[in-house]
């Protein structure tokens, strides 16, 4: 049998829209991130558990789970008879990563289990694949830090579709899901079609200023350009009351408030445990919407993918 676990990732990274994406994993050991387990058995069977699994499709074929399973099936032309067992961890809709990480935990397991031996490039590039057909258009910036780990760039280069970049250590991730979903789809959707000169340059200054600043170890540069002027405008109608948030975190101490992904999840970067514990608090009190929701101090997950012992 193999099982792998694929970590939940924030998308975007408040400057890099499409282009940025970073693992993480809470502080207190919490697994946040699905697991796929594959055995041999005599018919096809995709099992579900987890706290999210009543989330995922009704049918199956809907399932990226499934789709990844026809894929490869039809790339080896056998049709294996297995039984896949999905392990929902993460809330759907929710701007973490949720179907990067059911996408790269199957395709690696199926992965080894049929032997491929695809290349990290075949890989990607089916995972982006996959992500493109749940939401509406090819995105790398989940499944590729979920897959590989750390803060990952999207290059889209002929040879290396992503590279990993330099990091804070210090930086504590405070993400915090509301209990209500959002469909990456209608938040990509709502995004204009073509940018006025004037922003693509306020963009692209941002994010050249953002890496240089990973790269000379310039946090409070880095923290000051960590500005989205692509996505974060069009979709604060779909945050409820995310200026008051954004401020009154900022109050508290923390760094920054961006949209994870494509929301709802709020993720904020907090210098100290002090300071994370009082912006989790806040978040837990007033962003939090039901039993469901939660919020988490995470760290970067810089493994990314991995096998799990059984
Ligand atoms: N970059 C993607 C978006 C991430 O913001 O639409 C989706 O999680």
């Given at each position: 049998m193999i099982k792998i676990y694929a970590p939940a990732s924030i998308g975007?990274?408040?400057?890099?829209?499409?282009?940025l994406g970073v693992a993480i994993k809470p502080i207190d050991g919490t697994l946040l991130g699905d697991c796929i387990s594959i055995q041999s058995s005599n018919s096809f069977q995709l099992n579900y558990h987890g706290?999210?699994?009543?989330?995922?499709?009704?049918?199956?074929?809907?399932?990226v789970t499934w789709q990844a399973w026809n894929w490869f099936n039809e790339k080896t032309k056998k049709k294996k008879q297995i039984s896949i067992t999905l392990e929902k961890n993460m809330p759907i809709g929710?701007?973490?990563?949720s179907s990067a990480s059911s996408i790269v935990a199957s395709v690696l397991a199926l992965n080894k289990f049929y032997k491929t031996k695809l290349t990290k490039k075949e890989l990607i590039h089916i995972m982006g694949i996959l992500e493109g057909n749940i939401s509406g258009s090819i995105h790398y910036d989940n499944v590729a830090p979920c897959y590989l780990g750390g803060l990952q760039i999207?290059?889209?280069?002929?040879?290396?579709?992503t590279q990993k970049l330099p990091i804070f250590d210090n930086w504590l991730w405070v993400i915090a899901w509301p209990g209500i979903n959002l469909s990456t789809s209608i938040a990509r959707n709502i995004l204009p079609s073509k940018y006025d000169k004037e922003i693509c340059i306020k963009n692209n200054r941002n994010l050249s200023t953002f890496i240089h600043a990973l790269y000379t170890q310039q946090q409070e540069l880095a923290i000051r350009v960590m500005?989205?002027?692509?996505?974060e405008p069009y979709r604060i109608p779909l945050i409820p009351n995310f200026l008051k948030i954004k401020n009154e975190i900022t109050k508290l101490g923390a760094s920054t408030c961006n949209i994870s992904g494509s929301g709802p999840t709020l993720f904020s970067i907090c210098l100290n445990v002090s300071i994370a514990n009082k912006v989790k608090k806040w978040l837990e009190t007033?962003?939090?919407?039901?039993?469901?929701g939660f919020v988490h101090i995470c760290t970067v997950d810089k493994l990314g993918a991995r096998k799990l012992r059984i």
């Open positions: 975007n990274v408040g400057v890099g829209f499409d282009i706290d999210f699994s009543k989330q995922l499709p009704k049918d199956i074929k809907k399932n929710s701007g973490l990563g999207i290059t889209d280069d002929i040879h290396h579709i500005i989205d002027s692509i996505a007033n962003y939090i919407k039901n039993k469901t």
